[in-house]
């Protein structure tokens, strides 16, 4: 019998895509959308939020590997990539902190899960 899948991993797995959506259109606009010293500002923004997006980004893929696989591990690198993320750039913490307790309770539950899979495969391996 195949583990199930995490309903909360998959909650999370999609709001940090959401999350990371925003991000680029939000700071894609920002630049594209200004100009002269304004852009420059933009620019300069972007630069520092960039660590950020990009370690949301990873957390998204171990979210989405941790779900398709349901494999425990990926959806633990994610939540703890988020943790990163919110020490990266604090000022997000609105968007990053709902992520990371969706990603840890995502994690306990899929292990919760193939812990369930595991144990009612085995007995029927035995006989």
């Not at 959506?21 to 933009?42: K, P, R």
């Amino acid at each position: 019998m195949k583990a199930k899948r995490s309903v909360i991993l998959l909650i999370t797995a999609i709001l940090s895509t959401a999350y990371f959506i925003y991000l680029i259109a939000y700071f894609g606009n920002a630049i594209g959308g200004s100009t002269g010293d304004e852009q420059i500002g933009a620019a300069i923004a972007t630069a520092l939020i960039m660590p950020h997006m990009i370690v949301v980004v990873l957390g998204a893929i171990f979210c989405w590997l941790g779900y398709f696989l349901r494999k425990k591990g990926f959806a633990l690198v994610g939540a703890i990539l988020f943790c990163v993320a919110l020490a990266l750039f604090f000022m997000y913490f609105m968007f990053t902190v709902p992520l990371i307790v969706l990603g840890f309770i995502g994690y306990a539950n899929q292990g919760k899960l193939n812990k369930a899979a595991a144990s009612a495969a085995a007995p029927a391996q035995n006989v």
